[in-house]
């Protein structure tokens, strides 16, 4: 019995040997089934000349709640389009999971004048009414102008979802690689201290993988201007990831908005695994 048992084991010994040098590996696990994802959307400011859609997407896989915004300034045209190129996009990408809740175009007549607000251009009057900046109105007013009103709108929204990640789609018209300070182009801004941490490996990971051979390395920044969409939601919800994408507008806007998809790709890349 005992060399029955050692003629099994070099059998078994050999057996193994050949497959190793034949280079034979155990079959491929076959891939994921993808995602069904249920897409609702509605408006916001209904029935004003701010009306804008807010999009809702529930997969039927377990992930992170995640709340993308564009279109705050509306002179920063790939904020904007790219979260109406995102609305189509979610569905189908790949590893969807979780929930995602998108506003493509939250400043939307500003988005439609392209300027920064409405008025910017003419001391902040466009048809009788006074607007100023909506990145410096947050979390908004009811009873404020229309500008806080439509803050408040947004605050409430994105509330609502109660998101891990929060990402706010903007620009900057030089790249922080010019030697003006103030130029925001190529980074990521972020607030409280989870998010300085999770920036780090983002941009590392973004910069290794999805940067153009040529492109300028994003960088990152961690000061959110007081009043500013990012600022409050750092501070309202400390447990969760918020940052501000800065593209460089000197860029060509086809350009940018594949570089604000390519974030956001690097992003899913590490929170979707």
């Not at 609502?160 to 801004?189: A, C, K, M």
């Not at 959110?224 to 593209?247: K, L, M, R, W």
Request: hydrophobic fraction near 35%.
């Amino acid at each position: 019995m005992k060399n029955i048992r050692i003629i099994s084991l070099i059998a078994v010994v050999l057996v193994l040997g050949i497959v190793v040098l034949s280079g034979c590996t155990p079959a491929a696990q076959p891939k994921p089934e993808p995602a069904e994802v249920e897409h609702t959307q509605w408006t916001i400011l209904t029935d004003t000349i701010y009306q804008t859609t807010v999009h809702h997407y529930v997969t039927d896989k377990p992930g992170p709640r995640v709340c993308l915004v564009g279109g705050t300034h509306g002179d920063e045209l790939a904020g904007w389009n790219a979260g109406l190129k995102l609305v189509d996009m979610i569905p189908e990408w790949e590893n969807v999971c979780g929930e995602i809740l998108l506003i493509p175009q939250a400043n939307i007549l500003a988005d439609n004048l392209q300027q920064r607000y409405p008025g910017s251009t003419d001391g902040g009057m466009y048809d009788g009414i006074k607007y100023t900046d909506l990145n410096r109105a947050f979390p908004g007013n009811a009873n404020g102008t229309p500008t806080e009103q439509i803050a408040l709108a947004i605050s409430d929204t994105v509330k609502d979802f109660q998101p891990d990640y929060i990402v706010d789609l903007h620009e900057s018209r030089h790249s922080w690689s010019t030697s003006d300070s103030l130029n925001l182009g190529d980074t990521l801004i972020h607030g409280g201290s989870k998010s300085a941490l999770f920036m780090l490996d983002l941009i590392d990971y973004y910069n290794d993988t999805y940067r153009e051979e040529g492109d300028v390395e994003f960088a990152y920044n961690g000061y959110p201007p007081e009043g500013s969409f990012n600022q409050y939601f750092t501070g309202y919800y400390p447990d969760a990831v918020v940052f501000t994408i800065e593209t460089n507008r000197e860029l060509a806007l086809e350009k940018r908005v594949s570089q604000q998809i390519l974030i956001l790709t690097a992003l899913f890349d590490v929170i979707w695994q």
